[in-house]
């Protein structure tokens, strides 16, 4: 009656039952595990980083135009006679081509255009007083010196236009020294090249780190259920001595005594059994969040493992395990990648020690013509080349900033291979750790298995003395208690070997090739 009212109260509401193997729970798990989810955003994101400073090398094309407008104004000479202002209208244009260069050269391909108008208002002359004046001639293009009488009545008002520029022009700017043969440029493409690869090692050891834990939480499930087969087990012992000792109590053949201790053994193993399902339900929704991005999917939803517990001997090799560990560890991977990182932070700020010594150079062909087709006329002709090339050197005085950033950097790539070294020497022990934790599993599950098999044939023996009236319910009730323990014992070594192999895949980092999982990063 016990036994069916627990189960009763477990099956309220009963959910639908889903077998499930490990193999479906790891494929599942991959797909739908958040954490993972998560992680395999950082490569996307890492990537795209990595192409946006690659993209610093794209040429970029410019333009730009203006219009200038500018009265100087006229006046009067000493004498009082009139000086005409001049106006001056420009209008620029200038395009082209520019960029950079991975080994750090800069570059400008592009052309410019002026057309400049200067005109001036007619002054007429009503005093002919001998003076001297200069005036700016706009149709002869030059200034002209009146004197005297010679002055002209009057002045007509004239406009000139004029078209310059540059075409075909070159600007190259190169590093030889600081920011040669590494540039902050540079250095951010390579820091994100290894970061990339940091991110999709990360992805990986979630991975990993997610199998393991479905792993474990599938075998804990498939003790927890065991055990509540134990418990219920060790409740109908109980429940069938008591009913045995009533009928002894009733025919005189056994103490009241007897009777109230197997009662007690029976409400002992009654709450052992609640406290037993229990730990199953926590167990299953353990395994649940590990499988689930919509947990409202499962609520209804009961686990049924399909996989036996069993286990299976395996050959452990600490050497190759070694080997394994220090080749496949995705943390370890990292730190390596962290290290090579910061050596190139080392070589870029060791090259900022260098004086800016650039070498530059500029290219081009100039044009004038107070006609725009004069003005093409003469790129086309090549008429008036130029060219220059030089040098230009700065030398900080001090350099203390660049100094201190060299010894900062070469400091923290000494730090990080000591945290390399300990990461190695910590993957060791684990793996050591772990092979001897799954080598004593394996022997507990023979021990245990022989405790279980002993204590089945001592409370049997015993329940048959008890029968022919050479025992006492104590002795059944404590020889039920062991037995009980040993059938728990069991199991529990049957699942603590089993998650020790996957302990041991995990310090590995060998876990997706024990379980034949492939991973893809998009």
């Known amino acids: 009656m016990a036994v069916a009212s627990v189960a009763a109260l477990a099956q309220t509401n009963a959910p639908e039952i889903r077998k499930l193997s490990l193999e479906d729970c790891l494929a599942i798990a991959i797909e739908h595990n958040l954490d993972v989810q998560i992680k395999r955003y950082n490569p996307e994101i890492s990537r795209f980083n990595l192409r946006a400073i690659q993209g610093t090398y794209d040429s970029s094309m410019y333009f730009s135009a203006q219009h200038n407008d500018n009265q100087q104004p006229g006046g009067v000479d000493s004498q009082g006679r009139p000086v005409p202002g001049l106006k001056l209208e420009t209008d620029s244009y200038s395009g082209g081509l520019q960029g950079l260069l991975p080994w750090g050269l800069t570059y400008n391909l592009g052309m410019n255009l002026t057309d400049q108008t200067a005109s001036r208002p007619g002054v007429v002359n009503t005093n002919t007083t001998y003076f001297t004046n200069t005036f700016f001639d706009l149709t002869a293009g030059n200034s002209v010196t009146f004197v005297g009488t010679n002055l002209p009545s009057s002045i007509p008002a004239s406009s000139q236009e004029i078209f310059s520029g540059g075409a075909g022009f070159l600007q190259l700017r190169q590093p030889l020294l600081k920011n040669f043969w590494i540039d902050n440029t540079r250095l951010q493409i390579f820091l994100d090249r290894k970061t990339l690869k940091i991110s999709e090692l990360d992805l990986r050891s979630q991975v990993i ?3 393991t834990a479905v792993e474990q939480a599938y075998y804990d499930l498939i003790f927890a259920q065991e055990s509540v087969k134990v418990q219920q087990k060790a409740l109908e012992l109980a429940d069938r001595l008591v009913t045995e000792n009533k009928k002894r109590v009733e025919v005189g053949a056994l103490a009241p005594l007897d009777e109230k201790q ?3 053994q029976a409400a ?8 037993a399902m229990g730990t199953e339900d926590t167990q299953e929704r353990v395994l649940k969040s590990l499988l689930s991005d919509d947990y409202s999917k499962w609520k209804n939803v009961s686990i049924q493992p399909t996989a036996a517990m069993v286990a299976v001997p395996e050959h452990f090799d ?3 395990s070694w080997e394994k560990g220090l080749r496949f560890r995705p943390d370890l991977l990292q730190q390596q990648l962290n290290l090579e990182k910061q050596g190139y932070v080392l070589r870029f700020q060791k090259n900022q020690l260098f004086p800016q010594l650039d070498l530059v150079g500029t290219a081009g062909y100039n044009a004038s013509s107070p006609h725009f087709s004069g ?3 003469q790129f086309g002709g090549r008429d008036n080349p130029f060219w220059s090339v030089g040098g230009q050197m700065s030398i900080p005085l001090g350099n203390t900033s660049a100094r201190n950033n060299y010894r900062a950097a070469k400091v923290t790539k000494e730090q990080i291979a000591l945290q390399l070294k300990q990461l190695e020497q910590n993957i060791l022990i684990q793996i050591e750790n772990a092979i001897a934790t799954a080598r004593t599993s394996f022997q507990r599950v023979d021990a ?3 405790a279980r ?4 044939a001592a409370l049997d023996a015993e329940q048959k003395k008890l029968e022919s009236g050479k025992s006492t319910s104590f002795e059944v009730l404590r020889l039920q208690r062991d037995l009980t323990s040993a059938r728990s014992a069991e199991i ?7 998650i020790a192999l996957a302990q041991i895949a995990l310090n590995e980092g060998t876990t997706l090739e024990r379980r034949h999982l492939s991973l893809e990063i998009k």
């Not at 529990?492 to 089993?498: C, E, M, Q, S, T």
Request: glycine share 0%.
């Open 453 to 456: 098999i002993y204590a089945e």
């Open 268 to 275: 002992a193993n009654r709450a052992d059994l609640l406290a």
């Open 448 to 450: 245990t298995r022989e």
């Open 262 to 264: 197997a009662e007690a």
């Open 318 to 320: 600490l050497q190759e």
């Open 492 to 498: 529990r070594a049957l699942a603590d070997y089993n």
């Open 375 to 377: 003005y093409l006329d």
């Open 209 to 211: 780190n997610t199998v």
